[in-house]
């Protein structure tokens, strides 16, 4: 067997770029925002994750100022939603360019944050009320702007179904999340037989400590 080798800024010489799928499953950045105008908006991103413990930090990257990106910088909130297996016809009409409302476009209900208002989508089994903390406009090695905009948020309130939690340990399959591979329509799920436990090796002080 061979070594496919190349170098990302002379093409990668295959149907399709390999990098998204070499890097995934990943989560996905469903993001509620509202306008300064006060129009909704609801987009999902393959470029999301979570970043810090304490603060509680999730982020995602936009490859231009679109309308969640620039809704961000006008609110400065934004929510977070889970894709379960079963909204994700519902997320897939949401990644209109289209300026329009896709909790409409998409016939899902909106349900009022506590603390912020951007709105949560009301079926999503967890979803977050986050903060932005930054917007940082991301470079290349040649410190040219990419035209891409990494949003990070801290987490302010946590909404979970109460089903998801088993004595008292967030049931992660339970949650049936839906993450995003490779090529142009490729998701995932999880299911119990891939799970692997792992206990992280103590110090000879006996303590275990977080990477």
């Not at 010489?13 to 908006?41: K, M, Q």
């Not at 912020?116 to 702007?145: K, Y």
């Amino acid at each position: 067997m061979g070594v496919h080798t190349y170098r990302p800024a002379e093409g990668h010489g295959l149907a399709h770029n390999p990098f998204n799928a070499i890097v995934g499953p990943r989560p996905i950045g469903w993001i509620g925002t509202l306008a300064s105008d006060g129009r909704r908006n609801l987009a999902p991103y393959s470029f999301f994750n979570a970043f810090n413990y304490t603060p509680p930090l999730v982020g995602f990257s936009s490859t231009s100022w679109k309308h969640t990106a620039r809704n961000c910088a006008d609110t400065g909130e934004f929510t977070w939603n889970l894709v379960s297996r079963e909204l994700a016809e519902a997320m897939n009409e949401t990644s209109t360019p289209a300026d329009v409302d896709e909790f409409e476009r998409a016939g899902l209900a909106a349900a009022a944050s506590d603390l912020i208002a951007a709105p949560r989508v009301a079926d999503a089994r967890v979803t977050f009320e986050c903060r932005v903390t930054q917007q940082i406009e991301l470079t290349g090695l040649d410190g040219l702007p990419s035209g891409a905009v990494l949003t990070m948020g801290e987490v302010v309130v946590v909404h979970i179904d109460e089903s998801l939690i088993v004595d008292g340990v967030y049931d992660t399959v339970g949650g049936a999340p839906l993450l995003r591979g490779g090529g142009p329509s490729a998701y995932y799920g999880i299911d119990e037989g891939s799970r692997l436990d792992l206990f992280r090796p103590r110090d000879p002080d006996g303590v275990t400590r977080r990477g």
